[in-house]
């Protein structure tokens, strides 16, 4: 016979508790898990050749996902964003390696910044192979073509189009006998062409085509072989340390063609003038994408990002956008999964739906049951369906006695 036994009260109470615990215990593991941040990668040139933009452009992903924690309570019914932050050295092998750790060991759910076109390159295999998104800068025309699996957007002009447009900012400054002499590199390889084949259809001759290799010892060879011609202009498309050093041989040499090459090498946030001197900077011509300065999406992330006014913060803006798309896309999807939430990159950039210019005032709309469109801080853009951005405009800047002088926009 089965005898059975009275167990006291308190007993009786701790088993209770305690059954009650075991239920709970898997909710509660749930519930802490939806609670975790949700950690987004910042892949930045914090050293080489993009080293002049890094900082700014983490320190811009930071202070998006303040505003984002601070004023929207995060995302997804108070999950916090984390930045994490990893240093490419604008150099493709040690992006990937980078990549590897954001992917494997820190588990982040996105990858922004990535200022070199040879960089997303080289980890945007791995970042489709996670289902992971990467919203990037770089403008080598290679980054958004193939199947990208929804999962690759750029935030910055394509090559293409910058190259068009200094072809059209050379044009109408009335050159019409013009050479190239450009660094080799995925980025100035896909401005090369459109820029060619736009100044020919505008009337315009190309003298010569010729390419660098990135860290040469020496120019001198290159230079004299362009410049020895006398072209009206000489375009140049490169990076900040080889710009430096081919502006000091055109100096020395006494040529007088002028030189047109890209922001990111001609400013570098006052880098360019403050490695070759005034005198060597005087006189060159520059352009690039940026950001509507007036619109209430820029001041928005001057104000929260300690940007002076009146400066354009090119690159850092593009991230603040990069760092906002994805806080509204999660938002949107009502998941945290990459492949899932990536499907609403397009719906909250280039959808119909409620302007809005900054990523909190979206989270509220989206809250509210409202369908957004994203205007950004570092271009009012659309996106294509395969991640590239229309809309941007561009600066003509020259430099005059040691400072860049916005002398024209342009699309």
Not at 68 to 97: F, W
């Amino acid at each position: 016979m089965t005898r059975f036994h009275p167990i006291s009260r308190r007993a009786a109470l701790a088993l209770a508790v305690g059954g009650l615990a075991l239920l709970a215990a898997p909710h509660a593991a749930l519930a802490q898990s939806a609670a975790e941040p949700i950690r987004i990668g910042v892949l930045a040139s914090l050293s080489g050749s993009g080293g002049a933009y890094g900082a700014g452009m983490a320190d811009a992903a930071k202070k998006a996902a303040e505003f984002i924690n601070a004023e929207a309570g995060g995302v997804l019914n108070g999950r916090k964003l984390e930045i994490v932050i990893e240093d490419d050295e604008s150099n493709p092998t040690v992006g990937v390696a980078a990549t590897h750790k954001l992917l494997e060991v820190s588990k982040v759910s996105a990858i922004v910044g990535v200022w070199s076109s040879a960089v997303a390159m080289a980890i945007k295999p791995l970042t489709i192979a996670k289902g992971v998104p990467l919203l990037m800068t770089g403008s080598g025309d290679e980054v958004t073509q193939g199947d990208n699996k929804g999962l690759v957007w750029r935030f910055q002009a394509t090559g293409r189009d910058w190259g068009q447009v200094f072809a059209r900012a050379v044009a109408k400054d009335g050159a019409r006998k013009v050479s190239v002499l450009a660094l080799q590199t995925p980025f100035t390889l896909s401005i090369v062409p459109p820029f060619v084949n736009e100044f020919k259809k505008g009337g315009g001759e190309i003298l010569d085509v010729v390419y660098y290799n990135p860290n040469q010892p020496s120019y001198r060879a290159e230079v004299e072989k362009v410049f020895a011609k006398n072209p009206e202009a000489v375009f140049l498309p490169s990076y900040l340390s080889d710009l430096s050093a081919v502006s000091r041989e055109v100096y020395r040499g006494g040529f007088k063609s002028k030189i047109y090459a890209n922001s990111s090498a001609a400013d570098a946030e006052g880098a360019f003038i403050k490695n070759v001197g005034k005198a060597v900077a005087e006189g060159i011509h520059h352009v690039q994408s940026i950001p509507p300065k007036d619109s209430t999406a820029y001041k928005t992330f001057a104000s929260r990002a300690g940007i002076a006014p009146n400066t354009l913060a090119i690159f850092p803006s593009n991230v603040w956008d990069e760092i906002s798309v994805l806080a509204l896309a999660i938002e949107k999807s009502g998941s945290a999964d990459p492949k899932v939430f990536s499907k609403s990159i397009l719906q909250v950039t280039s959808g119909i739906g409620t302007k809005v210019e900054n990523p909190v005032d979206g989270l509220k709309a989206l809250r509210a049951g409202k369908a957004v469109a994203y205007s950004g801080a570092g271009s009012q853009f659309t996106f294509t369906p395969t991640g590239d951005q229309l809309n941007r405009e561009f600066g003509h800047f020259v430099i005059r006695n040691g400072v860049n002088e916005l002398v024209d926009v342009l699309k």
